[in-house]
């Protein structure tokens, strides 16, 4: 094919364009389409920003030219796609150090049995992955349990998976699940989790919260299966026209009504040929427009279309909008996507799945706008093609294959998924969505919905994010919770073929735990025994309770404090208090923390026992067969005395188990008497004062006497 240049047709003088309305051009696009013209999508600001997350990649595109072999870039997909993912990092957050307690439900993996991590998958094979599981929790897995989805790239697999057979504490489990890869290559992720009956979810690791995954790479070819330029088809398979009138093709160089030209090795912005491509130039009128209808094309699942986009080298004054529609049969023209270009020295990849439109015959339409005036409106199509994915490289660059028409179909939905809540707090959390697929149109709302039922939909609570121009990972905020209460929880996203939802996921607001104090046993010196009761466990359970103690009123974690016994069925703990200095008042709180924080029971109080002290005084009254014993408290103690009096025996240190008499009332100077009886003349007696209170019984000195 000859090699066009635009320097004959361009002006010397380059002014610059007035940049108009994008509401009056869709006026004219609307005019034109008539009453089967799909709705115009809002044009992007500037390529560059549509495709900033590919400028490195775009980059070194730029230095070569596109080969039948087609490697696809990290470019905005427009209709929904099987995308590769980036792997995700695990961050283990330090735990707080609980009482050590058992895990209902927890997993350890224990190997892959089939396809370990980066084996190789052909293009949309089928294959069975399969996790060596262990239960490492203290409940079994019954049938009721489930293999479920969580994120990243599903498969094609269902949400969930019942458990096969029951697994019990310390058993492993072979667990499969049938899988379908993608139909384009790349490194893809899944991850998944196990469900119990009651919907909760759990995963491995030491705080059973991970993910296990599976991790494959698919590999294949990709071919040109329809090239919008060889072969003469830009003429032989398409009709060209303005807005108003037919043209020819090939066109004229200069023609006013606007012209298109298949050239071999147009130079784009950089100066440099990537390959053969359509020139085309809109009508020289204000937002004048070229635009060109293929023939059907039979599309198949893993088709997409590619071509670089751009101005030509030197059309300074280039600002054109670029469209790409299609029609199946004689249904309504839908749009693909558009895309606002200037000449400011870069151009842009298009990959755009077309899986949606598998098994139907297409006529695609290949539009460019002047974004005002037409001056220099150079705009290039490079090597513009239909790919499939193949096991095999490409041979010869096929044709079109006629075939009956197809129905027309509608527009495309997008495709979301809903993850798990995260940052749960008694009145809020973090919802989390993932668009897999834009559909077509581009979204114009996404977000999160949440209720108490099931399912909830966007007539019920819900965050309005805004429109979307690229599939990836977003959240909400969800506000206004009540504290310990279930919510379900999906990611939505909205297009004009309605509105779709990710998977129901539940969570239950975080709630403080209720312990309250009882009063201290076993009271001593330096011991004692704190008392406590859970009335409410709150949500997550806790992770740490037990007895705080101070001499000052309401202590906290930062005095002294003892881990809680295990919970007896009523919920009731003890703590060992120690440390405790005799005869000194303590203040003493039951305590409980959860993921909320830390709640307390309400301040008691006690004294630490101390003993108290007696003196035995020298017996009078001595005649056979009685005496009078003498003792003196020096010292009531804590608590005060219970008993006091005078014990002897004929052997030396008597006690309590011999002779004993209680004391009389006490004297203001705390001495007493005791009245000794049964006693034998001549014979030598010992005695001691003694004196008892909750601590214990003391005696003063031993005496002796002979009546």
């Not at 007035?18 to 709705?39: D, E, K, T």
């Not at 992955?129 to 498969?155: D, H, M, P, Q």
């Not at 072969?231 to 004229?252: H, V």
Request: charged letters at 10%; aromatic letters at 8%; a negative charge.
């Amino acid at each position: 094919m000859a090699i066009y240049k635009p320097e004959a047709f361009m002006h010397s003088t380059r002014s610059k364009k007035l940049l108009i309305s994008i509401v009056a051009l869709a006026a004219v696009v609307l005019a034109c389409n008539g009453p089967f013209a799909a709705a115009t999508p809002q044009p992007a600001a500037t390529l560059d920003a549509l495709y900033t997350a590919a400028a490195q990649t775009l980059a070194g595109m730029s230095t070569q030219a596109i080969s039948t072999q087609f490697s696809p870039t990290p470019t905005l997909s427009l209709l929904p796609t099987a995308s590769p993912i980036v792997v995700y990092t695990f961050t283990n957050v330090p735990p707080i150090s609980p009482v050590p307690v058992s895990r209902c439900d927890a997993a350890s993996f224990v190997s892959d049995v089939t396809y370990p991590d980066g084996s190789n998958v052909t293009l949309g094979g089928t294959f069975t992955k399969i996790w060596k599981l262990k239960n490492t929790g203290t409940c079994t897995w019954t049938t009721s349990y489930a293999l479920v989805y969580v994120s990243g790239e599903r498969f094609g697999a269902p949400a969930a998976v019942a458990m096969p057979t029951s697994v019990g504490p310390g058993q492993t489990i072979d667990l499969p699940i049938n899988l379908t890869a993608p139909n384009q290559s790349g490194h893809y992720r899944g991850f998944w989790k196990l469900r119990n009956s009651s919907n909760v979810l759990f995963g491995i690791g030491t705080d059973a919260a991970s993910n296990f995954f599976v991790d494959i790479n698919v590999t294949g070819y990709a071919v040109t299966g329809y090239d919008f330029v060889a072969n003469d088809n830009t003429c032989d398979d398409a009709s060209w026209e303005n807005a108003s009138r037919q043209l020819p093709c090939r066109g004229s160089d200069g023609d006013d009504r606007g012209f298109v030209i298949a050239l071999d090795a147009p130079k784009l912005e950089d100066g440099k040929s990537h390959g053969k491509g359509l020139l085309m130039h809109p009508e020289k009128r204000s937002d004048g427009l070229i635009s060109g209808k293929y023939e059907g094309i039979r599309i198949r699942s893993g088709d997409r279309f590619q071509a670089l986009i751009g101005c030509e080298y030197e059309a300074n004054d280039c600002d054109v909008i670029f469209r790409l529609q299609y029609q199946v049969g004689n249904g309504g023209i839908r749009t693909l996507g558009q895309w606002r270009e200037l000449y400011e020295g870069q151009f842009y990849p298009l990959n755009i799945d077309l899986s949606t439109l598998s098994g139907e015959k297409v006529k695609f339409i290949l539009t460019v706008f002047a974004n005002g005036s037409s001056h220099e409106d150079f705009a290039l199509w490079v090597d513009p093609r239909i790919t499939s994915q193949s096991s095999a490289p490409a041979t010869a660059t096929p044709t079109r294959t006629a075939t009956s028409t197809a129905t027309a179909t509608s527009t495309s939905a997008p495709t979301v998924t809903t993850q798990a809540v995260t940052n749960i707090t008694t009145t809020s959390a973090t919802g989390n969505g993932t668009i897999t697929a834009l559909g077509v149109p581009n979204p114009t709302e996404h977000g999160i919905v949440w209720s108490t039922s099931a399912n909830p939909t966007t007539a019920n609570n819900k965050t309005t994010n805004g429109p979307v121009s690229a599939t990836g990972a977003f959240t909400g905020l969800m506000t206004g919770l009540a504290p310990g209460t279930q919510y379900h929880v999906r990611a939505y996203a909205t297009n004009t073929s309605g509105t779709v939802y990710g998977a129901d996921v539940t969570f239950i607001t975080y709630q403080a735990p209720s312990v309250t104090t009882q009063p201290v046993t076993d009271i001593a010196a330096p011991a004692a025994t704190g008392n406590g009761t859970i009335t409410a466990l709150g949500v997550p359970n806790p992770t740490e309770y037990g007895i705080v103690w101070s001499t000052t009123a309401n202590p906290t974690l930062t005095d002294n404090r003892a881990a809680g016994s295990p919970l007896s069925p009523t919920n009731t703990f003890t703590g060992s208090i120690s440390g405790l200095t005799a005869g000194t008042t303590y203040h003493v709180r039951a305590y409980a923390t959860n993921a909320t924080g830390t709640v307390y029971g309400g301040d008691v109080t006690f004294i630490a026992y101390q003993l108290p002290s007696v003196t035995t005084q020298a017996v009078s009254d001595v005649a056979a067969p009685i005496a009078t014993g003498h003792g003196t408290i020096t010292a009531l103690g804590v608590p005060d005395p219970t008993e006091y009096g005078i014990v002897w025996s004929e052997s030396p240190n008597p006690t309590l188990t011999d002779s004993r008499v209680t004391g009389g009332p006490l004297t203001p100077t705390n001495t007493f008497t005791g009245s000794i009886t049964g006693l034998t003349a001549g014979t030598p007696y010992y005695v001691r004062a003694y004196v008892t209170n909750a601590a214990g019984t003391v005696y003063g000195q031993e005496v002796t006497f002979t009546p």
